[in-house]
Nanobody, 122 residues
Framework: EVQLVESGGGLVQAGGSLRLSCAVFGFTFDDYAIGWFRQAPGKEREGVSC????????HYADSVKGRFTISGHNAKKTVYLQMNSLKPEDTAVYYCATGDYSEYGCYGMDHWGKGTLVTVSS
């Protein structure tokens, strides 16, 4: 059974940084893709970033481009999201999920973590 566990969330001031981790269990890590999503209070879930595990292709939402960096460590079966220059509007629960990659972002997500809360204060 596939299980994803997010970690690294917390409280940070605007302009600060956090690195989120997504550890994946029971999954062939070099297949398909891993995506980061977020959901702020009262808002719909949105895609943040996606990484193809087959060829390393990467996608970022326009809202985080230039500030966030997604990367993977195959041996550890872990995907990271380095978040710099954080803004209050980045406040959300961040989720990772397995699925498929496209040039427009991840899609068809079939397994999800429980999320980690990121709070950015002004």
């Amino acid at each position: 059974e596939v299980q994803l566990v997010e970690s690294g969330g917390g409280l940070v001031q605007a302009g600060g940084s956090l690195r989120l981790s997504c550890a994946v269990f029971g999954f062939t890590f070099d297949d398909y893709a891993i995506g980061w999503f977020r959901q702020a209070p009262g808002k719909e879930r949105e895609g943040v970033s996606c990484i193809s595990l087959s060829d390393g292709s990467i996608h970022y939402a326009d809202s985080v481009k230039g500030r966030f960096t997604i990367s993977g460590h195959n041996a550890k079966k872990t995907v990271y999201l380095q978040m710099n220059s954080l803004k209050p509007e980045d406040t959300a629960v961040y989720y990772c999920a397995t699925g498929d990659y496209s040039e427009y972002g991840c899609y068809g997500m079939d397994h999800w973590g429980k999320g980690t809360l990121v709070t950015v204060s002004s």
